[in-house]
């Protein structure tokens, strides 16, 4: 299964980016191989809107199955769900602290979005 | 003649300068509110409200019976107000700012438009002021269309239009396609560092152009330094004067509370005329 974990930084050490539409990056881990890789979230740490939709729509190609994040908004949150992309929000630390977390069984899955938009 | 009053920082004086121009010229004169965010000339004039109407912009609404999930629409979108995944679009209509492209390129001619009130505009008049106001439902961040759709209103004749303030898409909005643009600011640091953003706008848009001093005794002098250097006309220069702030806070029109100020701005009025039909010339041939 493919996990999507927004950092901060390129590998698993990296801190955890609170935010997720404008997550620096996302490490996409498997957790069959146990490998990762890096995908790039520059265009939206700066798009003027519609970042949180917009890096739904990338995780959703990307073929990531459940995303470990900070925090998740309300247009986020429905284009992540229409994508059948699990949530999992109040995360922190390292990317590695939250796959352990995840892989422990501790998570519930997110039911909403957990913060506002940040637009309206 | 549309001549915009505007400024780069906020809070110089726009509406004053805007509310007492169109009450120092012959009528018929308008007066449009453009500052949709916070209208506020209607403070000043005081103008009888004759009627409202509702200002809409068309977002998609698409028939699940005829898309076939393609994605097109997602594609064009350049503001992410709708994406198409492995299912149905998904539509953000706050996002939308109503172009229309996802309708045109769908090739199943599955998307129709649905009109989403953003705004009002509201038409008053007053002692040979017609006045006509948009107002941004609360909540609502889409305000170029509400500016447009006020400034349909312009007549033809004499039509002063107050600004938002800043150097955004509202202000450009605003600005765009006037006779000239009077640019308010106050002689501190902040209102020189905004008034340079003010004029590289204008200049980027080849609109003609001057500046308003307002409280012109309460800086230094680095703003008509700056505009003696760039060989911008200063129109006029407000006194710091209290009785000018005093008749403010009780919402009075300055050239009420003190009738020598109209000679000014009819003063700033000729310089307008003077200065717009100079400038243009020059643009032209330039």
């Known amino acids: 299964m493919k996990i999507a974990i927004t950092a901060a930084g390129d590998d698993l050490h990296a ?3 609170p935010r997720f539409g404008r997550a620096a990056r996302f490490i996409l881990y498997d957790t069959e191989s146990k490998e990762y890789a890096v995908v790039d979230n520059e265009q939206n740490l700066n798009a003027p809107q519609g970042a949180g939709v917009q890096s739904a729509e990338i995780l959703s190609r990307s073929g990531a199955e459940c995303l470990l994040t900070g925090h998740c908004g309300p247009k986020a949150f429905r284009t992540l769900t229409a994508a059948g992309i699990c949530v999992y929000t109040g995360l922190s630390g390292t990317v590695a602290d ?7 069984g501790e998570l519930g899955e997110a039911s909403g979005a957990d913060v506002e938009g940040h637009w309206q | 003649m549309k001549i915009a009053v505007a400024s780069g920082k906020g809070g110089t004086g726009k509406t004053t300068v805007a509310v007492n121009l169109a009450l120092s010229l012959p009528s018929p004169v308008q007066l449009l509110d453009c500052d949709v965010e916070e209208p506020n000339c209607h403070l000043f004039l005081k103008p009888e409200i004759q009627r409202e109407e509702v200002v809409g912009i068309p977002v998609p609404e698409v028939d699940p019976d005829l898309c076939d999930l393609c994605g097109e629409c997602g594609r064009i979108c350049q503001f992410n107000a709708i994406v198409s995944l492995k299912t149905q679009p998904l539509v953000f209509p706050e996002l939308c700012h109503g172009c229309g492209g996802c309708r045109l390129v769908c090739p199943r001619e599955a998307i129709h438009e649905e009109n989403r009130p953003i705004g009002d505009i509201i ?3 007053r002692e040979g002021v017609d006045f006509v106001q948009g107002r941004l439902h609360i909540g609502q961040a889409m305000s170029p269309p509400l500016i447009r759709a006020v400034k349909k209103e312009a007549a033809g004749g004499v039509c002063i239009i107050d600004c938002p303030p800043g150097t955004t898409c509202p202000v450009i909005t605003a600005i765009r396609d006037t006779d000239f643009v009077v640019l308010v600011t106050e002689p501190t640091p902040f209102g020189l560092h905004d008034l340079r953003l003010a004029v590289d706008t204008c200049r980027a848009l080849d609109l003609p152009f001057g500046v308003v001093i307002n409280r012109c005794d309460s800086g230094d002098e680095r703003v008509v330094a700056y505009c003696h250097e760039e060989h911008i006309p200063v129109l006029l220069e407000i006194a710091d004067d209290r009785r000018i702030a005093e008749a403010y806070s009780r919402g009075e029109p300055a050239v009420e509370a003190l009738p020598r100020l109209r ?20 643009v032209t041939r330039g």
């Not at chain 2, 000679?263 to 020059?282: C, E, G, V």
């Open chain 2, 123 to 125: 038409f008053g008049r």
């Open chain 1, 15 to 17: 801190p955890l980016d």
């Open chain 2, 263 to 282: 000679r000014d701005f009819s003063r700033l009025w000729k310089k307008i005329q003077h200065h717009s039909t100079r400038m243009k010339s020059t």
């Open chain 1, 98 to 104: 939250a796959i352990r977390r995840f892989e422990s």
